[in-house]
């Protein structure tokens, strides 16, 4: 049952995208919220300074991306927001800002910009590829009927956020990956393999991701908009692979947090 579901899908998908025209695009907005689990050292932080921290977080993980697509190729960025009265500025953990993720699911090939520490980057690498797996659930998001389907991914592992205090007891090394349960739900009312973020791979548009501690759910769809965008693949930046990017990210934390570790000694907190 499922197989045959799949195959259909599957044959309506390549179906419609053929009979797309040549100017076909679309646009969808997701709003995204991760939940931090934080801690705060309150003999260092009293309760103002802890709100002030905790609704920054808040800020930093709930956004607004833009998803705009062809049959084939797709531009995801977020969604620029003015900064409230107060809040000092945009928050830039190390110098580090996401830019525009350009997808081309005929190549199976992803182009990302990103700038770190006053270095513009630019990612090129193969798409991930997960083992969807469909199932018989479905459901509305929004105007849209939805199915499920799920996978497993490997993620960094990182469990808790701690501001201002050591992990005491804590010699035994973790591991820097974990596996999570990725749950999609996508809309063959909308051919298009395409999704937020690294996400793709289904028969239909992807509508909402629900994977460990975040959540993205699209709140608008617009065919054909007037204003068309342009969705073509970035071209400024050094150009490195996924890993070597991650490999330049790894060491410049590691010596941002030898930094903090050593100035921490000479203040007296010794961490």
């Not at 990302?112 to 479905?138: C, H, R, V, Y």
Request: hydrophobic share 30%; charged share 30%.
């Amino acid at each position: 049952m499922k197989n045959s579901n799949y195959n259909i899908l599957v044959i309506f998908l390549l179906f419609t995208t053929v009979c797309f025209s040549q100017g076909f695009q679309g646009k969808v907005v997701y709003q995204t919220k991760t939940t931090v689990d934080m801690k705060l050292d309150s003999t260092r932080f009293n309760p103002e300074q802890q709100k002030r921290i905790a609704d920054r977080m808040k800020s930093m993980n709930e956004k607004v991306y833009v998803l705009s697509f062809n049959a084939s190729e797709s531009i995801y960025k977020e969604e620029e927001k003015l900064e409230q009265p107060g809040q000092g500025g945009r928050f830039r953990f190390g110098g580090f800002t996401n830019g525009k993720k350009f997808k081309d699911t005929k190549s199976k090939t992803y182009t990302t910009e990103q700038e770190f520490s006053g270095k513009m980057f630019l990612i090129k690498d193969s798409l991930p590829t997960l083992n969807w797996e469909f199932k018989d659930e479905s459901k509305m998001v929004g105007q849209h009927l939805c199915f499920k389907a799920v996978a497993k991914r490997m993620i960094p592992n990182v469990d808790q956020f701690r501001f201002g205090r050591r992990n005491q007891g804590e010699n035994k090394p973790k591991d820097s990956l974990k596996q999570i349960l990725v749950v999609a739900w996508y809309t063959p009312d909308i051919p298009v393999s395409q999704g937020p973020g690294d996400y793709w791979g289904l028969p239909g548009l992807i509508l909402e991701i629900n994977a460990d501690k975040t959540q993205i759910v699209s709140t608008k769809i617009v065919i054909n908009p007037k204003d068309k965008a342009e969705i073509k693949e970035p071209k400024k930046g050094k150009v490195v692979t996924q890993a070597e990017y991650d490999d330049i990210l790894a060491k410049k934390m590691k010596e941002m947090q030898e930094m903090f570790r050593s100035r921490g000694v000479r203040d007296g907190r010794g961490g």
